[in-house]
């Protein structure tokens, strides 16, 4: 059960959080929604805004239960540090849907129950699978603390039909399954080849 949620608590980075040339005051108030919710763990508003495709994997109401879980099942504490937009990428018109890539800084911390996460081993197992987890990013542990640290920099995807202001949002993991379930190819090509 334990590994379950550890794969759970991985997936959080999979969970993304856009900028509309014709509103951008509105699509800057879907990210501050987005932003906060994270931040106060309403897992309700970040499921509502996350793409609907990602409920093809597992149902919506499965992951909202495992979410509200997590920390007490876990033995692992998040808090969601300052998030800050670095940058708005143009944006594409695919198909029928607007996309729009989003640079983002964050700190993530994980406080780890000092009974469930005690030896040497356990720590450094954690320390692997966070480095899987969140490739390139820079990651620390503090002893003392029994916490570790995750500087996040990555790139968002914000959605939209053409004509709707409903954003959906979704992280880009280049190697990762679930980017490529929910993004077309057109979109991840264009960012492997340096969006502008």
Not at 30 to 46: C, E, I, M, N
Not at 82 to 110: C, G, N, Q, R, W
Not at 116 to 126: A, M, W, Y
Not at 153 to 169: E, Q, R
Request: hydrophobic letters at 45%.
């Amino acid at each position: 059960m334990k590994k379950f949620f550890l794969l759970l608590v991985l997936s959080l980075g999979s969970i993304g959080l856009a900028f509309a040339q014709a509103n951008p005051a509105l699509l800057q108030s879907h990210l501050d929604r987005y932003f906060l919710a994270t931040q106060a763990k309403d897992w309700k508003t970040v499921l509502d805004m996350v793409h609907p495709k990602v409920f093809s994997l597992a149902p919506r109401e499965m992951m909202e239960q495992m979410y509200s879980q997590m920390e007490k099942e876990s033995g692992m504490r998040f808090d969601f540090g300052e998030i800050t937009i670095l940058h708005f990428k143009a944006e594409l018109v695919h198909s029928d849907t607007v996309y729009i890539p989003v640079d983002y800084a964050m700190t993530l911390e994980i406080h780890l129950n000092p009974t469930l996460f005690s030896s040497d081993k356990q720590i450094q197992q954690l320390f692997e699978a966070f480095q899987l987890a969140y490739s390139g990013q820079q990651i620390s542990f503090d002893e003392a603390q029994n916490r570790f640290t995750i500087n996040l920099k990555n790139t968002l995807i914000a959605s939209t039909k053409k004509d709707s202001n409903h954003w959906y949002f979704g992280e880009y993991k280049a190697n990762d399954p679930l980017t490529r379930l929910i993004f077309p190819d057109a979109v991840l090509d264009r960012l492997r080849e340096g969006w502008n």
